[in-house]
């Protein structure tokens, strides 16, 4: 299992779709279609941010001020949305306005339904990211992300996901953070393969590393 799993599986559970639900006023199936483009999203994100030691330094920072082992569901019921709102300003800059516009149009929620959800979701993101970063360095790299799942109120027969998650998401992210247009493509799967058709297998762990979290988690503990 690797974070972009961990993360879909808790987030995208029934009882946590029904607390973000609550929030925006939007269906848990168009919550979860939305959650399944902003994570792999948010992850890239702070990927990138993370990838200079003064970003790697400050996300540390976030980190150790975002450290609940209560399920996700309780979390996002207690969360402060401003809170979330600064937190969602950090990782997108100047990116967050297209993001929000982009995952309106691709999820049909409302642009104030996409930002209601992230400022309700972003606080619980730190949360799993502490979590996993925290079991990290205590495992000597390597989280165990299994036990996080369980604690953070994932479903039974958690799967790795992350593979059609990044299908999902690539076009969309590469609009938002790559200043592209996203690429046409008749099928999740057919994107991923004419993104990746033309890379060599070492490019393609990249990308994918920058998406399923463990590029973050690397860069985490080598800011340590």
Request: glycine letters at 10%.
């Amino acid at each position: 299992m690797d974070l972009l799993s961990l993360l879909l599986g808790t987030m995208t559970s029934d009882s946590t779709l029904d607390a973000l639900s609550t929030k925006n006023g939007a269906s848990s199936a168009m919550t979860r279609k939305l959650l399944k483009l902003a994570i792999p999203l948010l992850l890239k994100a702070l990927t990138n941010n993370a990838q200079s030691p003064s970003g790697a330094s400050s996300l540390l920072g976030a980190l150790s001020q975002h450290t609940s082992t209560d399920t996700l569901q309780h979390q996002i019921e207690l969360a402060d949305p401003s809170d979330g709102q600064a937190i969602i300003g950090h990782i997108l800059g100047g990116n967050t306005q297209n993001a929000v516009n982009q995952l309106s149009l691709q999820s049909g929620m409302s642009g104030d339904q996409v930002s209601s959800t992230l400022n309700y979701l972003a606080p619980a993101l730190l949360s799993g990211l502490s979590a996993a970063n925290s079991s990290a360095s205590q495992n000597n790299g390597v989280a165990d992300l299994s036990s996080l799942s369980s604690m953070f109120g994932a479903p039974a027969g958690l799967s790795n996901t992350s593979a059609s998650s990044a299908s999902d998401s690539f076009s969309l992210i590469s609009s938002i953070l790559g200043g592209n247009k996203p690429k046409p493509s008749s099928s999740p799967l057919g994107l991923l393969g004419a993104l990746f058709g033309r890379k060599k297998k070492k490019e393609e762990a990249q990308d994918l590393g920058s998406i399923d979290g463990s590029a973050l988690l690397s860069l985490l503990m080598n800011a340590r």
